[in-house]
Nanobody
Framework: QLQVVESGGGLVQPGGSLRLSCTASGLILDRYAIGWFRQAPGKEREGVSCISSSGRSTNYADSVKGRFTISRDNAKNTVYLQMNSLKPEDTAVYYC???????????????????WGQGTQITVSS
């Protein structure tokens, strides 16, 4: 059964850090560009970051540049999102998604992806 799974969400104080992980069963992630998306209540989904299948190319939303870092360990079939200096406005459900690596997919923030995870909640609050 094909499944993309996020982990690492939770509650954190402003200024704190979290690391999200994305792994998959039935899917070899190193064949895909992987993106992180988020959706806050009442807001549209937005692309946060995207990494190419090789890991050599990355892209970030302006709102997270300098604070978030995407990386991947293809040997572990895992992609990470290190989130530092978290702000209340980062509160959202975060989704990992796998996208076919065609065209300018990294520039397009891995949108549209082919496979989605179920999401993990990040709450930044004191």
């Amino acid at each position: 059964q094909l499944q993309v799974v996020e982990s690492g969400g939770g509650l954190v104080q402003p200024g704190g850090s979290l690391r999200l992980s994305c792994t998959a069963s039935g899917l070899i992630l190193d064949r895909y560009a992987i993106g992180w998306f988020r959706q806050a209540p009442g807001k549209e989904r937005e692309g946060v970051s995207c990494i190419s299948s090789s890991g050599r190319s990355t892209n970030y939303a302006d709102s997270v540049k300098g604070r978030f870092t995407i990386s991947r360990d293809n040997a572990k079939n895992t992609v990470y999102l290190q989130m530092n200096s978290l702000k209340p406005e980062d509160t959202a459900v975060y989704y990992c998604a796998a996208a076919h690596e065609v065209g300018a997919i990294v520039n397009n923030m891995c949108d549209p992806p082919r496979y989605w995870g179920q999401g993990t909640q990040i709450t930044v609050s004191s």
